[in-house]
């Protein structure tokens, strides 16, 4: 019965500390900057624009 009831505890503590979020988008997110060697397709090339893009718009951050 201990068992059982150490063993319930331990998933829920586990469960719940999986919830936990530090921060904000602006804390973690950074500029997409690709390298010289780099050989983007026009889809990356899209991607990485609007990435950078959101970057600017939600941080005020010049890429």
């Known amino acids: 019965m201990m068992f059982r009831t150490w063993g319930v505890a331990t998933l829920i503590a586990l469960s719940v500390s999986g919830c936990v979020t530090a921060g904000s988008y602006c804390d973690v997110a950074r500029p997409v900057r690709p390298s010289v060697e ?7 090339k899209r991607q990485i624009l609007a990435e950078n893009e959101k970057l600017a718009k939600l941080c005020g951050v010049k890429p």
């Open 38 to 44: 780099d050989k983007l397709t026009e889809g990356t």
